[in-house]
């Protein structure tokens, strides 16, 4: 059962009605209610993850603007000064998902921001409210589904994934997200004041892991470029938002890991538009911005011969052959051939047709790989009971926040991509020994192979 709670961006307050179920939550946002029941016994004696992600905020962008709020973050916990790796594709949805999974986009089964299943004869796009709210489009086990399973209760300010249910859970607490209010100085506040609000729930209601979303300085770095002022005028914006909400957490004197991260860099894009239909015959062909959805094989091979020549803007590989470090060959959402662009290039299929409007492609873009890429890699600093101060990281992949999250609520993470050796030297381990470093930032150990979510997953 849900119920929606009523708007008003004022300070939250909290109020208690005689024999009900759950506190009554006045919030600054318009929230979602799961009647999930009570926190278990064990959860009420879990630590605290309170997790943010600042869409778009460069991996360099701190040092460079001198956001001092995350520097100081970091050098009180940990934090990666040569950035964190995004998934492949470096984009929205797809690592937002990913590092609540643990899963790489071919595995959770959002391969883009937008793409096509031909086994549904669908889209999903995540401007379309029936698509991301749908579960089936999702696989893996969203940490706070894995919370919630265990007896423990969640709540999400914006993320993506977090307004369906998906691994038969949905937060106790979510805000569905809105495009028109979502950048707005009040909107960002009531973020603050809603998580400070949830931490005051009796224990046996009270969120142990709370995520939220932040769009910016994603916008202003697509509308203005990476270097404007505008776009470092929003990580400063970013960072004092930063700023006000570990106060306001230290002040909750509750035992909570702050955790920020980021999705993706952003980078200048070369040039204009490269149309893939300019060099090869697309007809027949479902497109979604560069992905490519044939109808036979035929068709496939003759857009692949067509292509693999053609620019040295990009490359083209049939879906099987993609390089394994992109871990982009095993879901056919991801299409088949597969353009990989192999610079800042602006890169779709087609062009509008004759008559339609058409744009130059923004100033900056993301979405590319990281490793050829660098300005694409994303920021990560964390800070709490459960983090030893003063860690830096090497780069490591974001697929391993998943079972280090998991591992800092008590929680038992399924199977993934990650492996916790990765970032074990950044935890106290609940006041035992450290464990050694040596393992901490080296290739993750094999895992066991997985089903492909594959059309349908659940």
């Known amino acids: 059962m849900h119920r929606r709670l009523g708007f008003a961006l004022v300070a939250c307050f909290l109020t208690v009605s005689a024999g009900a179920q759950h506190p009554r939550l006045s919030p600054a946002l318009p929230l979602e209610h799961a009647e999930n029941g009570a926190n278990s016994a064990v959860a009420q004696k879990a630590h605290y993850v309170v997790l943010v992600s600042l869409d778009g905020f460069r991996w360099d962008y701190a040092s460079r603007d001198g956001a001092r709020h995350l520097l100081a973050l970091g050098k009180a916990g940990a934090w990666t000064p040569e950035g964190m790796l995004p998934s492949y594709p470096s984009l929205t949805f797809p690592n937002h998902y990913t590092i609540v999974t643990g899963l790489y986009p071919e595995h959770h089964g959002l391969v883009a921001n937008s793409f096509y299943d031909d086994a549904k004869k669908a889209r999903y796009g995540m401007s379309d409210a029936g698509a991301v709210t749908d579960g089936s489009w999702y696989a893996g086990t969203p940490i706070w589904s894995l919370a919630e399973s265990a007896g423990m209760r969640t709540a999400v300010l914006f993320w993506p994934g977090s307004e369906a249910e998906i691994a038969g859970h949905r937060p106790t607490w979510y805000a569905r997200f809105d495009q ?10 009531a973020r603050i004041d809603d998580a400070l609000a949830l931490l005051k729930l009796p ?24 270097d404007a002022p505008e776009t470092r005028a929003a990580v400063l914006k970013m960072d004092a938002i930063i700023g006000k909400l570990k106060v306001a957490l230290d002040k909750t004197k509750l035992p909570v890991d702050l955790v920020v991260v980021s999705d993706h860099g952003m980078v200048k894009v070369e040039g204009g538009w490269v149309n893939l239909d300019e060099f090869a015959d697309l007809s027949g062909f479902e497109t979604v911005g560069p992905l490519l959805y044939a109808r036979t094989e035929e068709d496939r091979a ?85 983090i030893v101060p003063g860690v830096n990281l090497k780069p490591f992949e974001n697929v391993n926040l998943y079972v280090w999250m998991a591992h800092m609520l008590g929680l038992n993470a399924p199977k993934s991509d990650g492996n916790l050796n990765i970032l074990a030297r950044t935890l106290r ?28 997953p659940r």
């Open 180 to 189: 028109k209010t979502e950048g707005t100085e009040a909107v960002q506040q």
């Open 203 to 226: 224990e046996e209601q009270r969120p142990h892991f709370i995520a939220m979303y932040f769009s910016e300085p994603d916008h202003e770095g697509h509308q203005f470029g990476p």
């Open 302 to 386: 003759r857009a692949y011969n067509a292509l693999k020549h053609a620019s040295s803007q990009f490359f083209v590989y049939r879906r099987k052959d993609v390089p394994a470090g992109l871990h982009y060959s095993e879901n056919q959402r991801e299409g088949d051939p597969v353009i990989v662009a192999s610079g800042p290039y602006a890169i779709r299929a087609r062009k509008p047709g004759e008559g339609k409007p058409d744009q130059p492609p923004q100033p900056g873009a993301h979405g590319f790989d990281p490793r050829t890429v660098p300005q694409m890699k994303a920021s990560f600093f964390a800070a709490g009971p459960d």
């Open 429 to 456: 381990d609940n006041g035992g020994e450290i464990p050694e470093p040596a393992a901490a930032e080296g290739p993750a150990a094999p895992i066991a192979a997985k089903e492909s979510p594959g059309t349908n």
